[in-house]
C-alpha cells in the first residue's frame, strides 16, 4: 500500500501477482531514483500469524518482488526462496540483499549487470534476520529477531543486530536484553541508530559507546 506524505487513506497498489494472492508481505524498499519497490512475499502457503511455520516447516515458497509505478504492474523476480524477510537496494543500485530468516542468511539478487537474475549467498549470521537497511558506508545493518540455537536460561543478553560490510563480513555486533527482539535498526549520520522491535510499544534510540 501507499501513503501520501500528508497521511490519509492507504491505496492498495498491489494484492497479488502473477494471479497468486500475496499472503505474507514483509520486506520493502524504494528505489529513490525510478520509484521502483521492492518487496517480499515471505510465504505461499502461511500468513504473518503463523510465522513459526514458515521456520519450523523449512518453506521455500517466498518470493521476491518488483512493483513498477509507472505501469502499475508487479513482477516476480525470484521464487522458491526460504523465508525472504527484509529487503534493501545496494548503494550503486546493481544488486539487492535480502534476509533468509529461517536459514539465518543473507542473499544477492542482481537486477543489473551480466549476473542479472541471479540469487546468491551472501552472509552466514549467528541469529535469524528481520530487516536489513543501508548502514550509509556500504554495507548493512540486519536485525535480528534472536541468536541460533537461542537457549531461555542463562544469561541475559543476546545479539540484536549486526553490521555486515558489502561483501558479507560482520564488522559489528549490538547486545541488548533477552526480553528485546529487534525488527529493524536505522543509522542516521548523527551517529544515532533507531531500532523497532514488534514486543516493544516505542522505538528505542541507540548511542554507541565512546
Known amino acids: 500500500m501507499c501513503v501520501g506524505p500528508g497521511g490519509g487513506e492507504a491505496t492498495v497498489l498491489v494484492n497479488?501477482?502473477?494471479?497468486?494472492p500475496l499472503r505474507f508481505t514483509n520486506g520493502v524498499d524504494?528505489?529513490?531514483?525510478?520509484?521502483?519497490?521492492?518487496?517480499?512475499d515471505s510465504s505461499m502457503n502461511y500468513n504473518r500469524a503463523q510465522h513459526e511455520m514458515v521456520t519450523r516447516t523449512g518453506d521455500?515458497?517466498?518470493?521476491?518482488?518488483?512493483?513498477d509505478p509507472r505501469t502499475s504492474h508487479a513482477t516476480v523476480l525470484q521464487h522458491d526462496i526460504t523465508y525472504p524477510n527484509g529487503v534493501s537496494l545496494s548503494t550503486d543500485r546493481s544488486h539487492l540483499v535480502v534476509a533468509s530468516t529461517g536459514p539465518c542468511k543473507l542473499l544477492r539478487h542482481w537486477i543489473k549487470g551480466p549476473d542479472a537474475g541471479r540469487t546468491e549467498p551472501l552472509a552466514d549470521l549467528p541469529?535469524?534476520?528481520?530487516?536489513?537497511?543501508p548502514d550509509g558506508r556500504g554495507g548493512y545493518w540486519v536485525a535480528l529477531h534472536r541468536e541460533k540455537n537461542e537457549l531461555p536460561f542463562g544469561r541475559d543478553s543476546h545479539r540484536l543486530a549486526v553490521r555486515v560490510d558489502a561483501y558479507g563480513n560482520i564488522l559489528e555486533e549490538m547486545k541488548g536484553p533477552k526480553s528485546v527482539r529487534s525488527t529493524e535498526i536505522i543509522e542516521r549520520p548523527n551517529g544515532k541508530m533507531y531500532m523497532g522491535s514488534v514486543e516493544l510499544p516505542y522505538v528505542s534510540v541507540v548511542k554507541r559507546n565512546k
Do not use: E, H
Open 16 to 20: 497479488s501477482v502473477d494471479g497468486i
Open 127 to 133: 541469529g535469524y534476520p528481520d530487516n536489513v537497511r
Open 60 to 67: 521455500s515458497t517466498g518470493r521476491l518482488m518488483m512493483y
Open 30 to 40: 524504494v528505489d529513490q531514483a525510478t520509484g521502483q519497490v521492492y518487496f517480499t
